[in-house]
């Protein structure tokens, strides 16, 4: 058994990789790096520790890749059959389990769990396997694993089967559902679920309210937590990287633009989001609407700078979102705009350079999901905004609870309350303002991403195995 045992001593697991390819019209691929908590945390760990990222390969770049052989070292890409992937992902990720913790069915989106629903949590299962498969054979012996994300929640109990010896941990960057709305999931499925988490030694979770939701699933329906610790690490922004790359010749380029579009003397409402069901942009816009209603004293005098970019749009619901957002701005557009000014600015295809530049022009964010595990641009507005900016943000997310003291408090659903927020930040006397901004981008960098993973890691390495 041990000569079956791989060189890995630290492995990530995750749906989406650090890397991904592209064909270029001469046949040859190009490599497109990400960045995120995970890749400044796998680096903080140095090139000599070891390390492996298991991931899946996503389009026809990453299965090219994959089929040449052509990769960065220290990363492994599955090439997970599509039609398995796509089960697995759209059908049960996205469109049931993400559903779920977010809290976002209702009528007419509801869940169904019929003869198709069944055969995608066969390809979910199938597609859990190939990852704990590939980690039992990459991993060297006691090695510690960190499996991320709710696509993957099965593959702890599966890797504890194959290799009892290892140090398994997962981390979840979405909310956890309370139990009364976890429970609309099949129990088969439901318990399946906790138990593949269980199968961790150890649980990460973004916030106290997600740990806490976990911990009574569990208790609810699984008889306990057993041997497995749950932990919270509230990921923060990179705040030397941030600071760095927002002064770059690009973003001050892509600042005099936007500065052009919003007309000099106005505020700024600034939201940066991908297009998804939780982040509430529509509610978002039409809360916009209402303070140029009931305070038409703003109106010439702000810009709504909305940046919505592509996202899930294998998924009709998620298409016919990113069009409501559309119609919703154009509606805003035509009914208040005039001549020399265009109430909504809306852009839609993904620029990180624009939104630092947004972030530093930004006079309120504008931040207001329905629930939301963290949610980081809450915490990198104030990080980068010039001028220190005023934050509305959702009680709803993460980031509420180590933000909420001097950010403007929403309830998401709320539009007038919104509406009302929104005033009350652009209101807001300067020297307030810049005092709030202060101390929320100091509570917003407290857990900077390289040691929100060495903490996990260390936490790991030294709780015994359950
Ligand atoms: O925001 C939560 C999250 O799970 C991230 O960790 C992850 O990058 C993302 O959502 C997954 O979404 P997508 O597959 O659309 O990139």
């Not at 069944?118 to 990852?131: D, K, L, P, T």
């Not at 500065?259 to 989001?273: L, S």
């Not at 916009?288 to 709504?304: F, G, I, K, M, S």
């Amino acid at each position: 058994m041990a000569s079956t045992y791989g060189p890995a001593q630290v492995l990530v697991a995750s749906n989406r990789g650090p890397v991904s390819y592209g064909v270029r019209e001469d046949g040859s691929l190009h490599a497109k790096r990400g960045g995120g908590g995970l890749v400044s945390g796998l680096s903080a760990i140095g090139p000599d520790a070891g390390a492996l990222w298991v991931c899946s390969a996503l389009g026809d770049g990453d299965r090219e890749a994959v089929r040449r052989g052509v990769g960065e070292s220290g990363v492994r890409m599955l090439d997970i059959p599509a039609g398995v992937h796509a089960d697995a992902y759209n059908g049960i990720a996205n469109s049931v389990l993400w559903f779920v913790h977010h809290m976002l069915y209702q009528t007419p989106l509801e869940p169904v769990f019929d003869a198709g629903f069944r055969r995608q949590w066969a390809a979910y299962e199938a597609y859990n396997r190939s990852f704990a498969r590939a980690l039992a054979q990459e991993a060297a012996e006691g090695a510690a694993v960190l499996v991320q994300d709710y696509h993957l929640t099965l593959v702890p109990g599966m890797l504890r089967e194959l290799r009892p010896d290892l140090r398994i941990g997962h981390f979840s960057h979405t909310p956890w559902a309370p139990p009364e709305y976890f429970r609309m999931l099949p129990e088969d499925v439901a318990g399946q679920v906790l138990r593949g988490m269980l199968g961790a030694d150890r649980l990460g979770f973004l916030t106290h309210r997600w740990a806490d939701a976990f911990t009574a699933c569990c208790e609810a329906f699984a008889g306990g937590l057993g041997g497995t610790r749950v932990g919270v690490h509230g990921l923060g922004a990179d705040a030397d990287f941030l600071r760095r790359r927002s002064r770059e010749a690009d973003v001050e380029e892509r600042m005099a633009a936007l500065r052009a579009e919003i007309g000099e003397g106005r505020k700024a409402i600034v939201r940066v989001d991908r297009t998804e069901l939780s982040k509430n942009i529509v509610r978002g816009l039409l809360a916009y609407r209402q303070l140029l209603d009931d305070r038409p004293e703003w109106r010439e005098r702000v810009v709504h700078v909305a940046f919505a970019y592509p996202s899930r749009q294998d998924l009709a619901v998620y298409r016919d979102y990113t069009a409501e957002v559309r119609r919703v701005a154009d509606e805003i557009n035509e009914r208040y705009g005039t001549p020399g000014w265009t109430p909504v600015v809306l852009h839609v295809k993904d620029d990180f350079a624009r939104s630092l530049a947004a972030y530093r022009l930004a006079d309120v964010a504008l931040v207001n999901p329905i629930r939301d595990g963290m949610n980081l641009v809450a915490k990198e507005v104030p990080v980068v905004s010039d001028e220190g900016c005023a934050l509305v943000l959702s009680r709803e997310a993460g980031a509420y609870e180590e933000l909420g003291e001097d950010a403007v408090g929403v309830n998401p659903y709320d539009i007038t309350g919104t509406a009302r927020a929104l005033h009350e930040a652009l209101s807001m006397r300067p020297g307030e303002r810049a005092d709030r901004a202060k101390r929320l981008a100091a509570a917003a960098t407290a857990l900077p991403p390289a040691r929100w993973f060495l903490d996990q890691l260390n936490a790991l390495r030294e709780q015994p195995t359950a």
